[in-house]
């Protein structure tokens, strides 16, 4: 232990004495370290960015749709089936249930004239499903069932042709048809890329139902709930049992999962993502290694007199294989925590993690995975820069010392 110890103090002494090769020499083993730690990082903020992205079209995981319809085509009674639906969420206290029923069309009132456009009414839970963002506003309330003039949520290009009104203003639009009235303006979805020109009105599923004595038939309807990963398949078949008891005949009930963990090789594209940039930033290390055994090993021919004599004071093999072995694993373990503290602070801001996933609503902690892989390599890039000029070291002999 004396002379481990022994051999730490030599090597930390030799590293202030060469502090400017030192440094340079290791400069790029602290690039490479935090590049590698950053790689690690950033694929797991990919991989929180791509799941909410999976989330806002599939819905969270586990989400499970349930579907009813009829074997010959027959409209189903869909307040009947809503009540049977109700009881099924109280008796399995489902927390977030949501109704959505797409496939209508509503006519709107524009400056051009009337004009029909596709729309969509839901319950408020079906934002917290899906992660629904939006430009500007907000999303719906259980307590907007009681307002005066209904909440509409539309998208940025129908807000564009009602003269883009700042909701602060309280905007108005004027729908016609059965559910004819006029709505209060509470929230805009954003474009979802570039020439994105879709006109949609989102509505309150009650307060639309409100309006009207049935759904239109061209309408179809789901039942979306959001279920915890290790409940799911419990609850599912039960779930599906519950619903089918007592169906009016020829009337059928699907119950089925539609986020992205359900998907067959939904993590493949992430795994790939880390896999390439991982074998990238592994290679900058590995060339950042190969700099520092290059230049450990100039520095051993500058150093075989200095050797020699230690040699010819009493040192031993093993005290000098240590010393030069610890000075490149200390130094490269120093210039790795250096790497990763740069790293963790620059990751740690949201500014930066939301300039690089625009969109991304829960910021995960720094992960400490990555910061012990990039201590792990600055440690392993260490051991071996270090073993292959301690080698060279135990070649020295005391007559090398008169040569040189």
């Known amino acids: 232990m004396t002379g481990f110890l022994g051999a730490l103090a030599d090597a930390w002494a030799e590293i202030r004495v060469h502090k400017l090769r030192v440094l340079l020499s290791l400069i790029g083993i602290a690039v490479s370290v935090g590049a590698l730690t950053a790689v690690v990082a950033i694929s797991e903020y990919q991989r929180q960015f791509q799941a909410e992205q999976s989330d806002r079209w ?3 995981a586990a989400t499970v749709v349930v579907a009813v319809g009829s ?5 189903v009674d869909a307040d009947d089936f809503d009540e049977r639906f109700r009881r099924a969420s109280e008796r399995f206290d489902f927390s977030h249930t949501a109704r959505i029923s797409q496939g209508l069309s509503i006519e709107v009132a524009l400056p051009e004239g009337i004009t029909p456009v596709p729309a969509r009414v839901m319950d408020p839970a079906f934002s917290q499903i899906h992660r629904e963002k939006l430009l ?3 999303w719906f309330l259980d307590s907007d069932v009681e307002a005066l003039a209904p909440p509409v949520v539309i ?7 009602l003269g883009r009104l700042p909701l602060s203003q309280h905007p108005t639009v004027t729908l016609s048809g059965p559910a004819g009235g006029t709505y209060q303006v509470i929230g805009i979805t954003p474009r979802q890329g ?10 309150l599923y009650d307060a639309y139902r409100a309006r009207i004595d049935a759904l239109p038939t061209d309408a179809w309807t789901q039942y979306e709930i959001w279920i915890g990963t290790a409940q799911v398949d419990e609850i599912a078949p039960v779930l599906a049992m519950d619903l089918r008891a007592g169906l009016p005949e020829g009337q059928t009930v699907t119950v089925s999962r539609s986020d992205w963990a359900a998907q067959p090789g939904a993590m493949d594209v992430q795994a790939t993502f880390e896999m390439i940039t991982g074998g990238i930033a592994a290679l900058i290390l590995a060339l950042g290694a190969l700099s520092l055994i290059n230049i450990q090993l100039v520095a051993m021919r500058q150093r ?4 020699g004599v230690r040699r010819a004071f009493g040192a031993s093999s093993g005290r000098v294989f240590f010393s030069v072995f610890l000075e490149s694993l200390v130094a490269t373990t120093v210039a790795g925590v250096i790497g990763i503290a740069i790293v963790v602070a620059v990751l740690r801001s949201d500014w930066v993690v939301t300039s690089m996933f625009s ?3 829960d910021i995960p902690p720094f992960p400490m995975r990555a910061a012990l892989v990039g201590l792990v390599a600055s440690v392993i890039v260490g051991a071996v820069s270090g073993f292959i000029p301690a080698l ?9 010392a008169i040569r040189f």
Do not use: M, S
């Open 58 to 60: 599939g819905g969270r």
């Open 71 to 75: 074997d010959d085509g027959t409209p």
């Open 136 to 138: 500007e506003g907000r």
């Open 155 to 161: 998208t940025e290009a129908l807000w564009d042709r």
């Open 194 to 203: 570039f020439g994105d020109e879709e006109l949609r009105v989102d509505l």
């Open 304 to 307: 075989v007199r200095e050797i």
């Open 359 to 361: 969109g991304i609503q």
């Open 392 to 400: 060279v070291a135990l070649r020295v002999k005391v007559i090398d």
